[in-house]
């Protein structure tokens, strides 16, 4: 059974949008911390099936650039990642989960 978290990320990739981590905390009745504690999880489910990052889909309130936390581009690089281009790295994470019919959700 999924998780209402990977419902709403698979809405998201489906649709081609991204959300705040603070919109979606507020929208799914979570902490920030448990939030950030299940996107990590994700990530690291994400990176043992070879599937682009759900947690991409998110973006910090006030970025300019639409990125994710830092603390993505960390867990991302714990995992294997090169993520030396942010910016790079966050478009094919999303541009993969956008494009794909087989987002888990």
Do not use: W
């Amino acid at each position: 059974m999924k998780s209402a978290l990977e419902t709403r990320l698979a809405a998201l990739a489906a649709a081609g949008e991204t959300i705040a981590y603070g919109q979606l905390a507020k929208e799914l009745g979570l902490r920030m911390a448990h939030l950030t504690a299940q996107l990590e999880a994700l990530m690291e489910e994400d990176a043992a099936q070879n599937r682009p990052f759900r947690a991409a889909l998110l973006h910090q309130r006030l970025s300019p650039d639409n990125l994710p936390a830092p603390g993505f581009f960390l867990k991302a690089a714990e995992l294997g990642h090169p993520t030396t281009d942010p910016a790079a790295f966050t478009h094919s994470h999303r541009q993969a989960l956008h494009l794909s019919p087989n987002i888990p959700g």
